[in-house]
């Protein structure tokens, strides 16, 4: 049989072509010298033919990292292992100005509680303090009621579940952008508007509810109460701003907060007349 060469059956990353090596030119009946003589990298050589070869040689082939994808689209990827000379001598540099100041007993008030800030609006200082001290107690009870909508709201039972559970929820929504309004009067005027659960809890002069459920008449009557109660302190509030030429906080607690109020206390109390169904 004529000497013919061994053909390295190893595809080119771009083109499937196939190499010629001089160094394995043997006769196609014994392969074995040629290949234990090749210097080819491991992954040229075949697999049929790698396993003729002796141990040692077989175990002598360099060896190459294979990508985790080469294996599903058919190729054989080298991965070098050698890190990059810029990332061993990269230096990081700190953005002080804009790193995060996250540490909070380093932080402090911008304005205390209880101060003004002098704002434009051709009022006095006494006339702003006595409103934004009548609108922070306003706003904490408002912001008691609004919560207890929502405590109703999801304990609510009995035959009218579905009419209250709406109608709670209804006024939720209302009181809250409400308590909004209040609160932006109060930044306007120059004063600080209480917002924290636990300052509000201090300052709210509304009857605390028990933690669980009440029946639909006793939830109904909590509400009528709140209402009533914010409904005497936002008049007499009113009547002093208007006294003192805060005509904004007037119109504000005249045209928003009695009169959503007084809505509401229609409403709930409609629910606690004695009437029987023919």
């Not at 804009?98 to 800030?117: C, S």
């Not at 009533?228 to 302190?233: G, S």
Request: proline share 6%.
């Amino acid at each position: 049989m004529p000497q013919a060469a061994v053909l390295v059956r190893a595809r080119h990353r771009s083109k499937g072509r196939r190499f010629y090596s001089p160094a394995i030119d043997a006769s196609v009946d014994d392969p074995l010298p040629a290949l234990n003589q090749c210097q080819l990298p491991r992954a040229f050589v075949p697999f049929e033919n790698r396993m003729l070869m002796t141990g040692a040689r077989r175990n002598s082939l360099p060896r190459q990292r294979i990508h985790p994808r080469s294996q599903f689209f058919g190729k054989r990827v080298n991965i070098s292992m050698k890190a990059s000379p810029k990332s061993q001598h990269r230096t990081i540099v700190r953005a002080v100005e804009a790193q995060p100041h996250l540490d909070l007993d380093k932080g402090q008030e911008t304005q205390p509680w209880g101060t003004l800030t002098d704002l434009p609006i051709s009022l006095g200082e006494e006339t702003r303090m006595q409103s934004i001290e009548a609108l922070n107690q306003l706003l904490s009870d408002t912001i008691t009621l609004r919560d207890m909508y929502k405590k109703h709201h999801w304990q609510v039972s009995g035959p009218t579940f579905y009419q209250l559970h709406l109608l709670f929820d209804a006024h939720y929504e209302e009181q809250a952008e409400l308590v909004d309004t209040i609160a932006e009067r109060i930044m306007s005027l120059g004063g600080v508007s209480v917002a924290m659960a636990h300052d509000v809890a201090e300052m709210t002069m509304i009857r605390r509810p028990p933690k669980g459920r009440e029946t639909p008449a006793m939830q109904i009557t909590r509400l009528v109460e709140a209402h009533r109660h914010i409904l005497a302190e936002s008049r007499q509030a009113a009547k002093a701003a208007a006294d003192a030429g805060d005509d904004g906080t007037n119109d504000l607690l005249v045209s928003d907060v009695i009169r959503l109020n007084e809505k509401q206390t229609w409403f709930l109390a409609e629910h606690l007349v004695a009437t029987r169904l023919e």
